[in-house]
Structure formats: C-alpha cells, structure tokens
T-cell receptor, first 114, second 114 residues
Framework: AQSVTQPDIHITVSEGASLELRCNYSYGATPYLFWYVQSPGQGLQLLLKYFSGDTLVQGIKGFEAEFKRSQSSFNLRKPSVHWSDAAEYFCAVGAKTSYDKVIFGPGTSLSVIP | NAGVMQNPRHLVRRRGQEARLRCSPMKGHSHVYWYRQLPEEGLKFMVYLQKENIIDESGMPKERFSAEFPKEGPSILRIQQVVRGDSAAYFC????????????FGQGTRLTVV
C-alpha cells in the first residue's frame, strides 16, 4: 500500500535555528517525492521535488531535502529558519505512471519563535 | 500567466443543497486533480481528469459527488445534497502533459455546510 508518514505533528523552533522535518514513505515502485508548504488559508506551494539523479535536492526559500532509498526517507532541511517559514509542510509521493497523482502525508505544523 | 484559479474561495451551503466548485487550470495544463482537506488532516486525492475524460476517480465518494472537465470551460466538482461532513477545503491542482513540474495548486474553496 502507498503511504506517507510524517512523524512530527507539530514542531517549534527558534528563529535562526536549523530545521529538519521527517518524512518516510511506503511505495511499491521507484517514487517521485515532493515537499509542499501551505500557509494559513492558502493553497500549496511546491518547495522541491525529487525524480531521479542527485539524492540531495535544492528547493526554493533555502530548503533542501535528501532522498535515502535504504531508509525510505525524504527529510526536509533548512540551516536557518525565518519567522516567515511558519506554515504547514506536506511530504508527498507519486509514481512513474502516466500522470501526477500524489499521496500526501498528514503534514507537520511549524511554529517559529522570534 | 495566471495560476490555477478556483472559485468561489468560500462557499456556504445548507444541508441538502448542492455545491458547485470551479477550477480553471494553468494555461497549457491539460490535467486536473481534485483533493479534499479535512480539518487537521492532509490532502486526500479525489479525482483526476483530462478534457472530457475521468481518468481516476478512486478517491471520490460513491454517492453525491461528481466531477467533470468539459471541452470548454473550467472543471467542476459537484456535491449534491450536502451534509455537515462535506465541510472541508477542496483544492484543485493541474499539471502539463510533460511530467517534470509537479502539481500546481489553486488556493482552494472552503465549503461550510450549515
């Protein structure tokens, strides 16, 4: 069965601190992996994606993520968090099929302390 | 180049009424996806459509829900005889024929059933 797990429901970090959001997936085929961010009352914005190649991918807003096949993980990182990063973060997985249907994790809510 | 446009942004319906949610994909995008987000939950896939075709409706409730993407005009998600449990945010996403960009999301329609 396809599934995405985000073990941390809510994380609080101080502004300027580093951040790592965890994501684990279960998928029967080689996955496409995504991280999206959702600000309150807004839609989802794509932060970064992994399709193939280099397992460390760079995204927008200073975010990066590393694909580790052996651990079925795709953790999101940022070296220094800004107050504007407070939002909901969703990990998602898709397949190399003919279309882009993705399965989303439950999300991690990030709070940033000034 | 406008993004994915959804309207209305907010919709209030009484129990038993019909709700019609509209989605215009990004220019050049021919694939449309509908997702539902319940409070405190991630996004759940509902249906994937191309022009005049439903490709995957595995996430659609069997009753009261329908979707279409006509040759001309926006995609429509229709909920008949709404109930309180239909209250949620409904997001539309689109993607181009090539599979290298991920999904682009609209800002959602927040349906409240009173």
């Amino acid at each position: 069965a396809q599934s995405v797990t985000q073990p941390d429901i809510h994380i609080t970090v101080s502004e300027g601190a580093s951040l790592e959001l965890r994501c684990n997936y279960s998928y029967g085929a080689t996955p496409y992996l995504f991280w999206y961010v959702q600000s309150p009352g807004q839609g989802l914005q794509l932060l970064l994606k992994y399709f193939s190649g280099d397992t460390l991918v760079q995204g927008i807003k200073g975010f990066e993520a590393e694909f580790k096949r052996s651990q079925s993980s795709f953790n999101l990182r940022k070296p220094s968090v800004h107050w504007s990063d407070a939002a909901e973060y969703f990990c998602a997985v898709g397949a190399k099929t003919s279309y882009d249907k993705v399965i989303f994790g439950p999300g991690t809510s990030l709070s940033v302390i000034p | 180049n406008a993004g994915v446009m959804q309207n209305p942004r907010h919709l209030v319906r009484r129990r038993g009424q019909e709700a019609r949610l509209r989605c215009s994909p990004m220019k050049g995008h021919s694939h449309v996806y509908w997702y539902r987000q319940l409070p405190e939950e991630g996004l759940k896939f509902m249906v994937y459509l191309q022009k005049e075709n439903i490709i995957d409706e595995s996430g659609m409730p069997k009753e009261r829900f329908s979707a279409e993407f006509p040759k001309e005009g926006p995609s429509i998600l229709r909920i008949q005889q709404v109930v309180r449990g239909d209250s949620a945010a409904y997001f539309c996403a689109s993607s181009p024929p090539s599979r290298d960009t991920g999904l682009s999301f609209g800002q959602g329609t927040r349906l409240t059933v009173v």
